[in-house]
């Protein structure tokens, strides 16, 4: 779940409504950034699938006095999770389930014996999985998929539709890692409802319907987190990106 805290309001939207977002932004890539554009999308859009579950039943952070967020949520619990995604990713789309696994370790640190573990099944997975994707197209397709995930939550994140997102600070490579920017830096600004993009990595604009909940801090105290998070209708975002 990604949640943002606003006065007396949690905006909370579900990782597969991020995941259809960033699915949206790997579908209008410029042409040519990768051989591989229809297993860039599909990785992309199925890469938070582990959270279909526990976003359907959020939980209360009692220390932090708000909803768990994908942040914070508990790091050992949270494994169990990404496995199961990777897992069900590999049954439909091998090659996907590859870029998924190695997008997943790049975030876990090992810290926890859950994280240990899960590190280490996903080194056996890899290396099973190492032939559904030219070695030579592995690199730049993960990259993209990372930075369609760094930018999607950057959205996400700000509901406001306000600041500016660079590359440098928020994304997992440099502006120069990546294929479109012609060694230039990134960044993305909010501008007049829009997020627009400098060097832009997309062929066409892209037009968006986001669905997020708001619910009311006193609420979710009152009546608890799901039952208000249950009555509460998704709210539309129309999100333009250029």
């Known amino acids: 779940m990604i949640v943002t805290h606003q006065l007396d309001h949690f905006w909370l939207i579900e990782q597969h409504e991020h995941a259809r977002l960033s699915a949206a932004m790997a579908a209008a890539f410029q042409p040519g950034l990768t051989s591989m554009p229809e297993l860039l999308t599909a990785a992309v859009r199925g890469h938070d699938r582990s959270w279909k579950l526990p976003d359907a039943e959020p939980l209360w952070n009692d220390r932090a006095d708000k909803p768990y967020s994908f942040l914070d949520f508990p790091a050992d619990m949270k494994m169990v999770f990404y496995e199961q995604g990777i897992e069900a990713s590999e049954t439909e789309d091998p090659a996907s389930a590859l870029l998924q696994s190695l997008h997943y370790c790049s975030l876990v640190k090992g810290r926890t ?115 208000t998070f249950q009555n509460t209708r998704p709210i539309t975002l129309n999100i333009t990106i250029t």
């Not at 099944?121 to 999985?129: D, K, S, Y």
């Not at 994140?157 to 060694?183: A, D, W």
């Not at 960044?187 to 062929?203: M, V, Y």
């Open 113 to 227: 014996g859950g994280e240990k573990r899960f590190l280490k099944q996903e080194q056996v997975r890899q290396a099973r999985l190492a032939k559904t994707v030219p070695e030579a197209e592995v690199d730049v397709l993960l990259k993209l998929l990372q930075f369609t995930d760094s930018l999607s939550l950057f959205v996400c994140m700000r509901p406001n539709q306000s600041g500016t997102y660079r590359q440098k600070e928020s994304g997992f490579h440099t502006s120069e890692e990546l294929p479109f920017t012609n060694g230039l830096p990134f960044q993305a600004e909010w501008r007049d409802r829009s997020l627009s993009c400098t060097p832009s990595p997309f062929h066409k604009n892209i037009a968006f319907q986001l669905e997020a909940r708001r619910l009311k801090v006193e609420d979710c105290k009152c009546h608890g987190l799901l039952k």
